[in-house]
């Protein structure tokens, strides 16, 4: 019985099932359904993806880092975008795909990455709005993925979340000088947020009306919170810090409401958010061109490296 037989005999299933009402997790060498595989795979290389084209919108701002030490704050955080990639590639493959075969996906657009890496980053101010919103909404989105039902998936968030928190609050920090310096740097703050906002609020994906795949995610425990869920918490979690930064949402309907003990808050433009997971959005276009001239450009090496295995397997 291998893990994508069709019709498994009925204790596999059973016991697959009841893995999954116990909330144990399933490990790469366990059956599993067919469907089941697939949108880990399809979740888990969209993950992946993103953290790799992360790289570019940040990277575009190592060479103009206002100083030193904010350089090698930004060029540590872009280099654990690239490990945090790696981790997600190394658990797709133990799902029975190679991460030669996702790469080749994503660069010819038929595997998507996150929205939100698909917005040009303007000024310096939004290297710090993107450590603060960016990956403020990713650490709320992926805090629970660490107990997802698949084990390998839910190890690499358990990692990944420790880095992304230092991220957050190397933006927020960041954002913090800057508030406190002159009228133009805390200006530049003001409009890098009105831009970010609700593209942030779009990485948790559609309402949950509009989410195809919620539902069975969270009965197989990969998602333990719809995205609607998700995205309230974020909001709560970022008017307070956005009160101590003295900025403004750009929400005229954000307020606070007693009996839901939670934020009201107005509806993203989604007819923006379907063009740009559909390829339509800003900066679509550069980032997959970058990406695939950076796969040519590296073939070299993965000859290289190829041959050298060879070499090993040769000696040995
Ligand atoms: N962008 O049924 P739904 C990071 C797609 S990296 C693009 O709700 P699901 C960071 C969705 O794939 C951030 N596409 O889907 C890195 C589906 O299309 P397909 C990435 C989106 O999977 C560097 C369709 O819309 N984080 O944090 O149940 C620096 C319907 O959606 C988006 C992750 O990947 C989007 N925003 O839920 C800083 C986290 N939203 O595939 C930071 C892991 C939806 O059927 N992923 N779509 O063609 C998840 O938690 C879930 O996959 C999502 C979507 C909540 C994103």
Redesign the pocket.
């Known amino acids: 019985m291998t893990a994508t037989d069709e019709r498994p005999p009925a204790d596999l299933e059973a016991q697959f099932d009841a893995t999954i009402a116990a909330d144990r997790r399933i490990e790469p060498r366990d059956w599993m359904p067919e469907a089941y595989r697939k949108?880990l795979i399809?979740?888990?290389a969209?993950?992946a993806h993103?953290?790799i084209?992360?790289?570019q919108p940040?990277g575009n701002w190592l060479l103009r880092a206002p100083s030193l030490r904010r350089k090698a704050i930004l060029l540590a955080?872009v280099q654990d975008?690239a490990g945090?990639g790696m981790y997600l590639y190394a658990a797709a493959e133990t799902l029975g795909v190679d991460r030669e075969e996702l790469t080749e996906k994503l660069i010819d657009a038929k595997?998507?990455?996150?929205?939100?890496?698909n917005y040009p980053t303007l000024s310096w101010a939004d290297i710090g709005v993107?450590?603060w919103l960016?990956?403020g909404?990713?650490i709320a989105?992926?805090v629970p993925?660490c107990r997802c039902s698949y084990g390998p998936y839910a190890r690499a968030m358990i990692r990944i979340c420790k880095e992304?928190s230092f991220?957050q609050r190397q933006g927020y920090e960041s954002l913090l000088a800057l508030v406190n310096g002159t009228d133009a740097q805390r200006e530049m703050v003001q409009e890098s947020v009105d831009r970010w906002w609700w593209p942030s609020l779009?990485?948790?994906?559609?309402a949950?009306g509009?989410?195809?795949?919620?539902r069975q995610?969270m009965a197989w425990g990969?998602?333990r919170h719809t995205?609607d869920e998700?995205r309230q918490r974020f909001v709560d979690m970022s008017v307070p810090q956005a009160r101590t930064l003295g900025v403004t949402l750009p929400d005229p309907a954000l307020r606070w409401n007693d009996e839901r003990q939670a934020h009201d808050f107005g509806e993203p433009d989604w007819s923006e958010?379907q063009a740009?997971?559909s390829g339509a959005g800003p900066a679509n276009q550069q980032r997959l061109a970058h990406r695939r001239r950076a796969h040519e450009n590296g073939a070299w090496v993965r000859e290289a490296a190829r041959a050298y295995a060879d070499k090993r397997e040769a000696r040995a």
């Open positions: 949108t399809r979740q888990i969209q993950h993103s953290e084209i992360g790289m940040e955080k975008e945090h595997q998507k990455y996150s929205s939100i890496f993107i450590g960016v990956d909404a990713a989105n992926q993925l992304e991220h779009m990485m948790f994906g559609p949950d509009d989410s195809p795949n919620t995610s990969i998602k995205n998700l958010f740009v997971i």
